[in-house]
């Protein structure tokens, strides 16, 4: 009995530093940026200066004066908060056709619009480019962002809907049907409140990859749509790297994001497990 | 007003044909009971009567009109399902206004609708309770209650005490027959059960694999079988079907006699058997009988006690006026 409950003991004593290693370890970048950003750009290469330093709010200061910081966030807010809002507002019906009134051909619809993930984006950068340059000319606006961060998540948004929905019992629905609603009195009486945490967490994560995306961010926008991920980008100057600019540019353009994230917490468990966790 | 008629209706999943060409006539006013083997297609009939699958063709009829093409929510249809399908995000109250909101009816006349089904369900004391927190023979009458409050012209019902314990059942089932006789609305009703479907119908439908055996009161199918299959279908325990020298001896290619038409002597009789198992029920005893060289096994029930055992020999007669005939291929003569 004692043996059993000390090497038990051993046992949660090694998990736990285990877990604090791996947590520490993830953390550290977060933690590097952050402490590098209240050092100049001088002292941010010297070694010695690797822990103790004096701090200084010249990068953040720099930052909101000269590179109009809060621009770019307004373009980060308005643009995930949208492409999110249409994401969601095409993604539950889909997802609701699907889940409830599957096709004979439902599941492979789902599989191909997966593999639209698998699409290499540097493949078409010059078509969509000369597209919505050239021919359209809705580059660098606000539109054409949202339409494109929508797109690129539209897949995965509607597979994790997907995965919700089917959660829900079929008779539930065919209730609300008996009982004489529509099909939209059933999405807002009966599917959307039964699966709100599901919805919830999946407009976080949309939310999150919004925010984050860089690579068509960066290259379909110059000035009037550019969001934090082009702040960043256009900070890697061509005389060097700033090390203590950049690093104050990045630390405010992931704040936001990663304090979101702490405070629903359970919400991005649960949607990254798929409801998995309980 | 509720007569419900099928026109040829088939249905088929895929390739698979589960409903043949079929039709049927379930007046107003009718308590009509499906029942069959498991798979026969029962559950099938009635979502596309209440509209939740499609015909692959025919037609289905409300009260005349063709409502083929019309969605589930426009038939005005009630349903209860075996699982409740509840509203769980909603209270008791919240889920049988839900029908009578969707449908715009004044927040005073659902309140009285509410008070009014509570009361007749025994609901009062849980109306602001969610689903979750009933029992379910509590369950089952929200259920009803949510299908009662919006008048139907029928109600469907898909095997709703199931999942209940036998002693709810019973009273379920006496509270479903008094609501038919109070309200003489159109009723359909899909069960596994035996005395479910002999004492609640007026009608009793038998499927098999999508067809329809037999349509008719529960007394005529109990007395006059058209079929094999309804005759082994119909009573429990089922009735003893003998397809040996006996049958010919009747002009018949089988004969059947149910267990409750056998009379029973240790000393003579017309059969003669042993003893497999007795099982005493108090107000009944069922006799399994072997080696009567006439089946497998006779099943005979007579009333009261009797003290008979393992291997005993035991001497059986028909009553002869209560012997069914059939036929090669199984219909009745
Ligand atoms: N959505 C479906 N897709 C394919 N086949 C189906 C579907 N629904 C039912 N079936 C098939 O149709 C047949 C009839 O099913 P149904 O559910 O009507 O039977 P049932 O008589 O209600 O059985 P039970 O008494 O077990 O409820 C079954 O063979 C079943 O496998
Ligand atoms: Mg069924």
């Known amino acids: 009995m004692a043996i059993v409950a000390q090497s038990s003991k051993y046992g949660q004593i090694g998990r736990t530093t285990l877990a604090w290693i791996v947590g520490l370890l993830f953390f550290f970048p977060i933690f590097w940026l952050v402490l590098t950003s209240f050092k100049t750009d001088a002292d941010a290469v010297k070694p010695e200066f690797l ?22 966030a307004r373009n980060s807010v308005i643009t995930s908060v949208f492409a999110t809002v249409f994401t ?22 789902l599989m191909w619009m997966l593999s639209t993930k698998m699409l290499p984006a540097a493949g078409v950068l010059y078509p969509m480019t000369f597209l919505t340059k050239n021919i359209l000319g809705i580059f ?7 339409i494109v961060l929508s797109l690129i998540n539209m897949p995965i948004v509607i ?28 999405i807002r009486e009966i599917l959307i409140p039964l699966a709100w945490g599901g919805i919830a967490s999946t407009a976080l994560l949309c ?22 991920s082009k702040l960043i980008e256009g900070n890697r100057a061509p005389e060097g790297l700033f090390f203590g600019r950049l690093s104050a540019v990045s630390a405010a353009a992931v704040g936001p994001i990663v304090v979101l994230g702490w405070f629903c917490q359970k919400q991005l468990v649960q949607g990254l497990t798929f409801g998995a966790v309980k | ?29 009718e308590f009509a009971v499906f029942v069959g083997p498991s798979g026969c297609g029962k559950s099938t009939l009635l979502r596309l009567i209440a509209g939740l699958e499609d015909c692959t063709s025919g037609d289905v009829l409300i009260n005349g009109d063709v409502v083929t093409q019309v969605s589930p929510s426009k038939r005005g249809l009630a349903m209860v399902f075996q699982t409740y399908a509840l509203y769980p995000h909603m209270t008791v109250r919240k889920n049988i206004a839900f029908p009578m909101r969707m449908s715009g009816m004044s927040e005073a006349e659902q309140e009285k609708k509410i008070q009014a089904a509570a009361e007749s369900l025994n609901l009062t004391d849980y109306l602001d ?20 409050v919006r008048d139907p012209k029928a109600f469907l019902f898909d095997e709703p005490l199931s999942n209940l314990d036998a002693a709810l059942r019973v009273g379920m089932r006496l509270e479903i027959s008094e609501m038919h006789a109070r309200m003489g609305t159109t009723m359909i009703y899909v069960t596994h059960d035996q005395v479910e479907a002999m004492t609640m119908a007026d009608k009793i439908v038998v499927l098999q694999a999508g067809v329809i055996e037999q349509v008719g009161s529960p007394l005529d199918l109990y007395h006059k079988p058209q079929n094999e299959f309804v005759a082994g279908f119909i009573g429990s325990p089922k ?28 000393t003579d009789g017309a059969w003669k058997g042993t003893v497999g198992v007795a099982e005493h029920l108090g107000s009944d005893t069922f006799i399994h009988v072997h080696d009567t060289g006439l089946a497998d096994m006779i099943t005979v029930r007579i009333s009261g006690d009797i003290a008979v055992k393992h291997g005993d020999r035991i001497f059986l007669t028909p009553e002869a006026d209560q012997i069914h005939k059939f036929d090669a291929n199984g219909l009745r003569i």
């Open chain 1, 51 to 72: 822990l103790f330093f004096t701090p200084t709010l010249e990068n953040y200061v720099n930052m909101t004066e000269n590179y109009d910081y809060w621009r770019f």
């Open chain 1, 88 to 109: 969601l507002a095409v993604g539950i019906p889909c997802a609701y056709a699907m889940a409830f009134n599957p096709a004979r051909r439902t599941k492979d619809v």
């Open chain 1, 140 to 146: 660098d606006t606000h539109f054409l962002v949202i």
């Open chain 1, 159 to 186: 597979w994790m809907l997907f995965t919700y929905f089917k959660e829900i019992p079929r008779e539930i629905i065919e209730a609300g049907k008996m009982d004489g609603v529509n099909t939209w009195g059933e």
């Open chain 1, 207 to 228: 939310f999150i990859f919004c925010w984050n995306e860089a690579y068509w961010t960066v290259r379909l926008t110059t000035t009037d749509a550019a969001t934090l």
């Open chain 2, 1 to 29: 007003m509720g007569k419900i008629v099928l026109e040829n209706v088939t249905k088929s999943f895929g390739d698979t044909q589960v409903i043949p060409p079929l039709n049927l006539t379930i007046e107003d006013g």
């Open chain 2, 129 to 148: 309770r969610k689903p979750g927190q009933l029992s379910g023979g509590q369950r089952q009458r929200v259920a009803i209650g949510r299908a009662i």
């Open chain 2, 239 to 266: 009735m003893n079907l003998i397809k040996t020298d006996e049958a010919a001896k009747h002009n018949a290619a089988t004969i059947g006699i149910r267990p409750e038409h056998l009379t029973v002597s240790t």
